[in-house]
T-cell receptor, first 112, second 117 residues
Framework: DAKTTQPNSMESNEEEPVHLPCNHSTISGTDYIHWYRQLPSQGPEYVIHGLTSNVNNRMASLAIAEDRKSSTLILHRATLRDAAVYYCILRGRNFGNEKLTFGTGTRLTIIP | GAGVSQTPSNKVTEKGKYVELRCDPISGHTALYWYRQSLGQGPEFLIYFQGTGAADDSGLPNDRFFAVRPEGSVSTLKIQRTERGDSAVYLC???????????????FGEGSRLTVL
């Protein structure tokens, strides 16, 4: 599986935008980019995913570099509830390759 | 709610004992996953079921670990002769179909915390 690299931790002030980076220089042309987050004492939850184009949903935006070797998860206005570990994951599109491989993620701290 | 349910939420056992952890996926989800998460680490894949069959068990660490899903819904993760190193949170997730056929969104339960003394 292609690997992703994320900073171990980040801090952001409440009510400000947060940009969480992810490098995936060995991404293949068929890999989707997925983001999950894990709140304290909970299982991970899906945030967003994309292939080539930028994506928006109610939780966040995903900006994908033109060469697809990096991406950025954007939380437009961080709240205290956004404090979590954020995982950037590559998922192949080949049938039979079904597992998601998590790294250690970025621990996001929100400062009130 | 109708999310993924895992029982027990906490299990304390002694070294050498047998443990079963149960996962009740979202109704209608055919794909089911088990992950293990140690403190400070991301979830580590153990096994994936499509229906009743284990389609990928490459993450099971050794033959003390076994999982079943006899009717294609509820799954049980079984650990024999537990060791202190098995202490972790065991997470279950389900997906409507194989992730390669859909958005790839997994729905996780809150996990079962296993402590082996």
């Amino acid at each position: 599986d292609a690997k992703t690299t994320q900073p171990n931790s980040m801090e952001s002030n409440e009510e400000e935008p947060v940009h969480l980076p992810c490098n995936h220089s060995t991404i293949s042309g068929t890999d989707y980019i997925h983001w999950y987050r894990q709140l304290p004492s909970q299982g991970p939850e899906y945030v967003i995913h994309g292939l080539t184009s930028n994506v928006n949903n109610r939780m966040a935006s995903l900006a994908i570099a033109e060469d697809r070797k990096s991406s950025t998860l954007i939380l437009h206005r961080a709240t205290l509830r956004d404090a979590a570990v954020y995982y950037c994951i590559l998922r192949g599109r080949n049938f039979g390759n079904e597992k998601l491989t998590f790294g250690t993620g970025t621990r996001l701290t929100i400062i009130p | 709610g109708a999310g993924v349910s895992q029982t027990p939420s906490n299990k304390v056992t002694e070294k050498g004992k047998y443990v079963e952890l149960r996962c009740d996926p979202i109704s209608g989800h055919t794909a089911l996953y088990w992950y293990r998460q140690s403190l400070g680490q991301g979830p580590e894949f153990l096994i994936y079921f499509q229906g009743t069959g284990a389609a990928d068990d490459s993450g099971l660490p050794n033959d003390r670990f076994f999982a079943v899903r006899p009717e294609g819904s509820v799954s049980t993760l079984k650990i024999q002769r537990t060791e202190r190193g098995d202490s972790a949170v065991y997470l279950c997730a389900s997906s409507l179909t194989a992730t390669s056929l859909n958005t790839g969104e997994l729905f996780f339960g809150e996990g079962s915390r296993l402590t082996v003394l």
